[in-house]
């Protein structure tokens, strides 16, 4: 069972940057996509961004496109997003997740199998 641990975030102003980081452990992790979501109070999840572990191709999200770079590093099992230019809007928890599929619907929920506990990030204005 692949396991998924988020951490990273904080509290950051406006314009700011925060990079957030993914362990992740488990068996055959190395061919799922990783991918990056966001839920603010009272709202679903949003995808945010995604890379495919083996290829290290990526997909952004409409929400932070622009704003965000998700990565991976092999040598330390772990996939990142650097987020930048922060806004009051992209308060949210952020979580990462881990799919056994990659193609057009990478960025609905129901494709990922395994989920992290979230880590906060808030952006004050």
């Known amino acids: 069972q692949v396991q998924l641990v988020e951490s990273g975030g904080g509290l950051v102003q406006a314009g700011g940057s925060l990079r957030l980081s993914c362990a992740v452990s488990?068996?055959?992790?190395?061919?799922?996509?990783m991918g990056w979501f966001r839920q603010a109070p009272g709202t679903g999840r949003e995808f945010v961004a995604a890379?495919?572990?083996?290829?290290?191709?990526?997909h952004d999200g409409d929400s932070m496109k622009g704003r965000v770079t998700v990565s991976r590093d092999n040598a330390k099992n772990t996939v990142y997003l650097q987020m930048n230019s922060l806004r009051p809007e992209d308060t949210a928890v952020y979580y990462c997740a881990a799919a056994g599929y990659w193609g057009p619907s990478i960025r609905s929920v129901e494709e990922y199998d395994y989920w992290g506990q979230g880590t906060q990030v808030t952006v004050s204005s």
């Open positions: 488990g068996p055959t992790f190395s061919s799922y996509a």
């Open positions: 890379i495919h572990w083996s290829s290290g191709n990526t």
